[in-house]
């Protein structure tokens, strides 16, 4: 028999879920509650972008919000289980989460769901101390399937910062990729909704009028003819090497659950990072477009696109091994930092959450 959840206790836990990142902070998620479980639904439309190729960063960002919501549940007494794909593989339905009492149990990631952020500022070259790394090496070691690579010499840092780079130039060429980045761009501060705020971005005051500028796609398109488009990844180089550390999140397999799963540690990694007190930023455009070749032969991608993209995979895997043979999740950079401009918006709880009995 299923405990009674107050409709408070659930909207709380439904908050914490909103809290997940997701790419663009498209948020592309729907929850439904029908007294006693709570479905987690992914919403298509919200989700259409060439980075998430067959759904694949949205199942991440679903993990991360599974984490999220257990740890809020745990904390009220109720443990979590999450039945993934109840209806099969295609569908919309992700999750069927039912809960079953427990003492309370209050987390200390807890304290960080709030504080979680990207971060894009350059950050510190302190290193990492040994205790935290071997602290987010241990997270991923003991999630189903997961494992964690981790650069920090001078020289690895910058070969994986120029390569993850490249994903910029491709970003500016592609004419879906970059309608997508400015679908979910915000100029204007919004109390609370979707997308990122220009501030977040972290670009000079004198870069904003040329990035607003190659908002239109004919200007886009014209610079790139020119060659324009390929000195973007130097400055983008310069801010990714400018780190503690740049990681390289892996799975075994690449079935929807096991994308979910890695998105849990995913966000253990985030909020554990964040605990300690270090700035986070997935880096991971060139990760996805990787995956895009590989899941989906490339589709969407121009010839000479999917010729790099492949020739920068191939590179990568010289930097983090793991990447020839397992599944790539996500790619991050960490480091010591001033917290970000601005922080993201989230959808009210009431938009996302329907009450079905
Ligand atoms: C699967 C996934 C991929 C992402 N890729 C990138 C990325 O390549 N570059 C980046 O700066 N942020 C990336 N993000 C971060 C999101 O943009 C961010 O989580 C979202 O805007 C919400 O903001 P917040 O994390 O600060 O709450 C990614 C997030 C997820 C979940």
């Known amino acids: 028999m299923a405990p009674h959840l107050e409709r408070s206790i659930v909207a709380q836990i439904v908050r914490a879920g909103l809290l997940a990142p997701s790419g663009d902070n498209c948020q592309p998620w729907r929850f439904v509650w029908n007294e006693r479980e709570l479905d987690l639904m992914l919403v ?17 960002a679903l993990g991360a919000t599974i984490t999220n919501m257990r740890l809020v549940a745990r904390s009220r007494g ?3 289980s999450a039945e993934l794909f109840p209806r099969g593989h295609g569908e919309s339905h992700a999750a069927r989460i039912s809960f ?18 990207a971060n894009r500022r350059p950050y510190q070259r302190t290193p990492l101390t040994a205790a935290l790394r071997d602290a987010l090496l241990a997270i991923a070691r003991n999630g189903p399937g997961t494992s964690l690579e981790l650069v920090e010499t001078n020289q690895a840092k910058r070969t994986a910062a ?8 491709i970003l500016f060429e592609n004419r879906a990729l970059h309608d997508g980045l400015y679908r979910w761009l915000r100029w204007t501060p919004q109390g609370s ?7 977040s971005l972290e670009l000079h005051p004198v870069e904003r009028p040329g990035f607003h500028l190659l908002g239109s796609w004919p200007v886009a398109h014209t610079l790139a ?18 780190s503690a550390a740049l990681g390289l999140l892996t799975v075994e397999g690449q079935r929807p ?4 799963h890695a998105g849990e540690v995913l966000e253990r990694l985030w909020l554990t990072s964040t605990l300690q007190g270090l700035a986070f930023q997935p880096i991971t455009g060139m990760i996805c477009l990787l995956l ?55 959808r009210p709880v009431e938009d996302v959450l329907s009450l079905e009995s």
């Open 44 to 60: 298509y439309e919200r989700a259409e972008s060439l980075y998430d190729v067959q759904h694949t960063a949205s199942w991440i």
């Open 78 to 80: 109720y443990d979590v």
């Open 100 to 117: 079953q009492p427990m003492t309370p149990h209050h987390d200390p990631l807890m304290s960080a769901l709030e504080a979680r952020c």
């Open 162 to 169: 120029a390569l993850a780079a490249r994903n910029d130039q």
């Open 193 to 199: 909704g979707d997308g990122m705020p220009i501030g």
């Open 225 to 242: 003819a020119c060659g324009v488009t390929r000195l973007l990844p130097l400055r983008t180089q310069r801010t990714y090497q400018r």
């Open 257 to 260: 659950e096991d994308f979910v």
């Open 292 to 346: 895009r070749c590989r899941l989906a032969e490339g589709q969407g991608l121009s010839p000479r696109h999917r010729a790099l993209v492949e020739d920068t995979g191939a590179q990568l895997a010289r930097v983090f091994p793991a990447l020839a043979h397992r599944t790539p999740i996500m790619l991050f950079r960490i480091g010591f930092a001033a917290p970000p401009t601005a922080r993201t918006p989230r």
